[in-house]
């Protein structure tokens, strides 16, 4: 009698138990409910470790990195040259071994000199449009990349040295469909693989206009703001 009293109150020690943990979730998932979005997207949010100045003369850059390993560089004008020869680094170089992920946003105009120097863990990069030129020694010793995406429909000057020490039969360049001066960057580099992203029309209705006495008018066309091609439909299928 004494064991299966025992017993019993055993089985509901452990379904109190149980009904205990199943409220604490409940109220877990209410709280979480009821917060503004914004706070649930920040509480996930990767943070910042590292952040500061890097702009050239007369121009105005800045970098942050974050625990995610993204390296944005972001602003307007030129990337301060660096010069690892005279003890003079990039600010995030004693975080190198946290960079894995760069992005260069619109109208930041280059990327210095040694700006990713022994950033072994780098593994991407994208490249905004803005960008005309690369600095010398920018991806030496990059050992870890993989990819390096170019924005810009026409290729920036790229110095001979930008690649050194780095592997670049194990990088793929991604360029635009309609790209030009690309072969510049390609052609120097052994082994380096090339993948084109599609090109995307960005295109301008120009309404039909009636001829008069006094001109000839036209039908509705479309042209391209990227391309400059002109077509007779919005789905760009019938070029003239």
Avoid at 131 to 157: D, H, N
């Amino acid at each position: 009698m004494y064991y299966m009293r025992e017993t019993a109150r055993k089985k509901e020690r452990r379904i109190r138990m149980k009904k205990r943990i199943a409220s604490i979730l409940l109220a877990v998932m209410m709280i979480v409910t009821l917060l503004p979005l914004g706070l649930v997207d920040t509480a996930w949010a990767a943070t910042v470790v590292g952040s500061g100045d890097c702009s050239g003369y007369n121009s105005n850059v800045t970098w942050k990195l974050t625990s995610d390993g993204t390296l944005t560089i972001s602003g307007t004008g030129y990337m301060k040259a660096y010069y690892v020869y005279n003890g003079e680094y990039a600010p995030w170089y004693n975080l190198r071994s946290q960079v894995k992920k760069v992005i260069i946003t619109n109208g930041v105009t280059n990327t210095g000199g040694y700006t990713f120097y022994e950033c072994s863990n780098l593994e991407s990069v994208t490249i905004a449009d803005s960008v005309t030129a690369i600095g010398r020694y920018t991806f030496y010793e990059c050992s870890s990349l993989k990819s390096v995406t170019f924005q810009s429909t026409t290729a920036p000057s790229v110095d001979t040295n930008a690649w050194t020490g780095t592997d670049t039969s194990a990088v793929t360049l991604i360029i635009p469909e309609l790209g030009t001066g690309y072969r510049n960057i390609i052609v120097p580099l052994s082994g380096v693989n090339v993948k084109k992203t599609p090109h995307v029309h960005s295109l301008q209705k120009h309404k039909k206009v009636s001829p008069t006495c006094e001109e000839s008018g036209h039908v509705e066309y479309y042209t391209c703001s990227t391309c400059n091609r002109v077509y007779l439909d919005s789905s760009a299928t019938a070029e003239i």
